[in-house]
Nanobody, 125 residues
């Protein structure tokens, strides 16, 4: 059974930082296709970053320059380092693998790849 487990969410003030972690069991992360999505209140679930080992990783414009995705194959863990957090970053963040979609109505969505259960990030001013 494939399981993705996120951790590291929490509440921070504007300008603060958090690092999310996602560890997989029953599945080995590839060198591409490991992703972070988020779902803000009232919004669809959107792709914000995809890890790509052989070229530049993908970042949504809203997080470019502030978020960094990385992957440790030895630990089978993907990270999302988030800096300079803004109130609009408040969302539930989901780790996923092999989803291959940019935006879906809601996450997690087992129809598209593998998903964790999400971790809440709240940014307050």
């Amino acid at each position: 059974e494939v399981q993705l487990a996120e951790s590291g969410g929490g509440s921070v003030q504007v300008g603060g930082s958090l690092t999310l972690s996602c560890t997989a069991s029953g599945f080995i992360f590839d060198d591409s296709g490991t992703t972070w999505y988020r779902q803000r209140p009232g919004d669809e679930c959107e792709l914000i970053s995809e890890f790509r080992r052989d070229r530049d990783s993908y970042y949504h414009d809203s997080v470019k320059g502030r978020f960094t995705i990385s992957q440790d194959n030895a630990k089978n863990t993907v990270y999302l380092q988030m800096t300079n957090l803004k109130p609009e970053d408040t969302a539930v963040y989901y780790c996923s693998a092999k989803a291959w979609v940019n935006r879906i109505p809601a996450c997690p969505s087992p129809r598209f790849g593998y998903w964790g259960q999400g971790t809440q990030v709240t940014v307050s001013s």
